[in-house]
């Protein structure tokens, strides 16, 4: 059984409790949203930022490096015409995240009351 709270080290974000871990990521400012809008498609990074209205450039890149840095994102590189084009996606991982999130969303939305 895992007890919340557990064998937390503060000063490299790693949790022993995989529930713990994961909320911790998706509790970050825009990462909900990034996940989400991934969902369907490649995307580049200024298509990503227009789409969070109010994410700065900083903010966004650390929150795509968490999403990588957890197998939740995937960065591709491409060289087109000598210019190097970048689109995040989805991992495997992330996409099988989406079911947990939908369900997320649809528990939220007959529980909670938002503004």
């Known amino acids: 059984m895992y007890k919340i709270g557990d064998e937390q080290s503060m000063d490299n974000n790693k949790f022993k409790c995989p529930i713990e871990s994961l909320s911790n ?4 400012k825009w990462v909900f949203n990034i ?20 994410c700065s450039r900083k903010v966004l890149s650390q929150q795509l490096d968490l999403l990588i840095e957890n197998n939740i994102v995937i960065n591709e590189k491409q060289e087109i ?11 495997s991982n992330g996409l099988e995240l989406l079911d947990i999130i939908e369900r997320m969303i649809v528990w939220g939305e007959a529980n909670l009351k938002c503004k």
């Open 35 to 54: 996940i989400w809008f991934l969902r369907e498609d490649k995307k580049r990074f200024s298509e990503i930022q227009k789409y969070l209205e109010g």
């Open 25 to 28: 990521i998706l509790g970050k």
């Open 81 to 91: 015409n000598n210019n190097l084009e970048s689109y995040y996606y989805l991992s």
